[in-house]
Structure formats: C-alpha cells, structure tokens
C-alpha cells in the first residue's frame, strides 16, 4: 500500500512538473509576439542559447564573437569550434528527425547539402555508410519506445541518441539539438539550446542519469530555461523604459534612440559598428556613445578612442514589484516600436 501511495505521488508530481513546464513554454511564445523589446530580446536568446550549448561542447563562444546582420540574422565567428552550430535556429519536419536520416543528418551539418559530391565525407571523418545505419538503429529504438507527451518524449529519444552515439564526435550535442527540437522546439520561443540552457544549471547529473529521473531533470531545465528568457525580456524591457525616459527628456536626442537599439540587439557596440549602422562619422558615433555612456544607458567595457566598446547595463537585478510593469509596458511599445500598431509582428523593435 505504501510503495502504491508513493508510485501515485510521485507521478502526481511529474505531472506538475510537466504542468510547469508546458505553462512556462507558452508563456515564453506568448511573451515572443506580445513584448515590445521581442526584436532584441530574440536575437540576445539566441545568443544565450548558442553559448550553453557551446560551453556544453566544452566550445566557449566570447559575446564578442557574435555578429548581427541588417536582418537580424545572429553568426559566429569562423573559428566557432562548437558541433552543429547551424542547426540551431534551423527547422526540421519532426517525421524528417525520426525516418530520414540522411535530412537529420544534413540538418545538424554532419551531412553535405543535397546534390553534393556523393563521395564526400561527412564532417565526423566517417563515411555515410558507416553512420547511417546507426541512426537507423537509433530511429528504430525510437519507434519502440512508448508513447508519451512530447515534452517527456524529447528526453528519451536524446537519451537514446547519446546511447547509439552515430556520429563519433559531438553526439552529446546532437542529442541536446534533437530532444530541444522535438520538445520545446515545437513552440517559437527555443531556437534548439532551451534545454542546455537549462541543464546548465543542473550541473552534470544529466549526462549519467538513464532512468525516470532524467524525466525530472529535463522538465526542470525547460522551466530554467524558460524563465531565464522570461526574465531576460522584463530586464530588457525595464532598460526600454529607462532609456525612454532619458530620450525624452533630452532636448535634442538627435539619433541616439537608434544607437541604443542598437545596443540593445547586440552583445557589444563601438563607434565604427555604429557609424556602419546608422551611417555617421566616427566623430558623431563617438559623441552619442560618449553621451550614452554618460548617462548611464551604457558601459564602456574596453578600448581607446575609437577602439572602445560598448554594452548595456543590464544585469540580473531581481525585478521590479508587479505594480510597476504596466506603465512601462505601454510606454515602451509605443516609444520603441516601428510598428506599434501591429502587435503580433515579431519585429517590433
């Protein structure tokens, strides 16, 4: 009777702990549409999630690595050691993940491009003869498994992978990109790294638990990871609302509105990243970081003159009482915002 009461207690609790986890992915979705600051804070959890999934891989990546395009589109420097750092951010159909292995293969960059060279090696030193058919030994173990929500389901079959290990060399991250894409890769708030973000936390019991417990763990690092971008975004959100304040009350703010969104979607500026940007002189760059800088809406970090670089001074502050969100919410989204009137676009800012 006693071994029953605490079977049945026990999935009570896994079921809470799902409960949370399902609940802190949509409010992450919820969060991605609605946030007036979700333009830099997409690019900023992008960021956050290709680091935990680097320093995973015992592949460390500097913010100063980072490069952010026109269009939003987040790159890392060509000497990024880290293993299948294009699959992050990159969709694959969920049928592809468990019954093609030629596309999940492509997909984590192990793989060339369809229409390739058929000859070429793939990135492991491996022949395609020889991983394939471990993949397929990897999906069919994966089909036999029962069946199970999704957010449950995902850490089994990355269980599974690292177990087969297909590819040789960086299967512990591949197995982190499929169980994130199976799970919360299935809501717009992971970009493949929620679930190292979260597991980061947790330390290394991840890699040695093979029973139930990992069940445990893996609900735990979605709701970490979860409300580590959550709270990303109040924090980003609340630097918005400072930064307003300040620009209004400027009598002639000339374009330094511009020079902090762009700090705000990118890890570090200089004069030359923003004179690129916005095109001005190295002359007028410097003057508005200068003035942002004196006015505490950013950091110099380091340099001289033209060299210096610049970030934000957001740091992990608890937040502000719930009484003081809503004012600031409806001033940013109107201050930051090009399109205010659209809130669903996930380019606002």
Known sequence: MLASATLLDDRNRLILAYAEAHGALERLEERRRLSPVRRPWRIRT?????????????????????????????????????????????????????????ALLRWLGVAPPAGSDPAYSLRSGRNAADILPAVAAWQRDVAALPSSPPLLHCARIARLWRRHA??????????????????PGRWTGSAGGL????????????????????????????????????????????????????????????????????AM??????????????????????????IAAGEGLLIEQSGQASYRSYALPVSMTPLASKGQHGHPDSFARDFWSDDAENMVSPEAL
């Open 46 to 102: 992008l960021i956050a999630e290709r680091q935990a999934l680097a320093r995973i891989d015992n592949s460390p990546i500097d913010d100063l690595d980072f490069t952010v395009d026109g269009r939003s589109t987040v790159t890392t420097s060509a000497y990024d050691l880290s293993h299948w750092r294009q699959a992050i951010g990159t969709p694959i159909a969920l049928d592809a993940l468990l019954n093609d292995g030629m």
């Open 166 to 183: 297909p590819i040789g060399q960086g299967d512990l991250l591949a197995s982190l990109l499929i169980g994130d894409r199976w799970g």
């Open 195 to 262: 679930i190292a973000l979260g597991l980061e936390s947790n330390g290394a019991a991840w890699k040695r638990v093979t029973d139930e417990r990992l069940d445990w763990l893996w609900l735990e690092a979605i709701s970490t990871g979860a409300r580590a971008h959550l709270d990303l975004e109040t924090r980003l959100r609340a630097y918005a609302w400072r930064a307003a304040q300040h620009i209004e009350r400027r009598r002639r703010p000339g374009r330094l509105k511009d020079v902090l969104r762009l």
């Open 265 to 290: 979607a990118h890890p570090r500026i200089s004069s030359g990243s923003v004179a690129r940007a916005l095109g001005l002189t190295s002359a007028g760059a410097i003057k508005l970081l200068t």
